[in-house]
């Protein structure tokens, strides 16, 4: 059976993520209310602006279903929707949906640069090519239990962590043509 994973598309950076999925081969589906989880192996939460999608998530009456939906099926995390998977925020207007044990830091690189790439080593891919990690008002990340797995740094700060099946991102993976960071997170989803 095919894998069908869902993308957010609330708000935000949904698209490339849907395209970057189909290069891969896996179905899709934009997911706008919390009915539409039932038909996901998996789901992830794009970029955009997490004080808006906070407060679409919790209009829409998604806030409870994306957490039980967490509990068993794999999410991956971008940028806001890294700082939506967070246990907390140092922004009280964001309720996180407390999917993994880390703290979010909006804006971390700083007001003056908002926006910067870099290229990364993957550690899951170490002997692999550099990856070229886009940050865009990138949130910084610190991590509140043994859990969490540190799988990407950038200047000695955590850019990329995982806990095993989640994965959190503070750069958008969908804006590159290399797709082995979807690649990587895919293959924790059982069907
Ligand atoms: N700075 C945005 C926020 O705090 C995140 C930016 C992004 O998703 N590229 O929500």
């Avoid at 209310?33 to 209009?59: F, V």
Wanted: charged share 20%; proline share 4%.
């Amino acid at each position: 059976m095919n894998r069908t994973v869902g993308v957010l598309a609330l708000q935000g950076a949904y698209q490339k993520h849907v395209d970057c999925l189909s290069r891969l081969g896996v179905d899709t589906l934009l997911i706008r209310k919390a009915s539409e989880l039932d038909q996901c192996d998996g789901l992830i939460i794009p970029g955009g602006e997490s004080t808006t999608m906070s407060l679409l998530i919790q209009e829409s009456g998604m806030y409870e279903p994306l957490r039980d939906f967490a509990q068993v099926k794999p999410v991956m995390g971008v940028c806001a929707g890294m700082i939506m998977m967070s246990a907390s925020v140092d922004d009280q207007r964001v309720k996180p949906l407390q999917i993994m044990p880390f703290r979010a830091l909006r804006n971390h690189y700083g007001r003056q640069v908002h926006s910067f790439s870099a290229d990364i080593t993957l550690d899951f891919d170490a002997d692999g090519d550099t990856f070229h990690a886009h940050f865009i008002r990138a949130p910084g990340v610190e991590t509140l239990a043994n859990g969490i797995e540190v799988l990407a740094t950038c200047n000695d700060e955590s850019v990329m962590i995982g806990d095993g099946g989640h994965i959190a991102l503070s750069f958008h993976p969908e804006l590159t043509d290399d797709a082995r960071i979807h690649a990587y997170w895919l293959s924790n989803i059982n069907v």
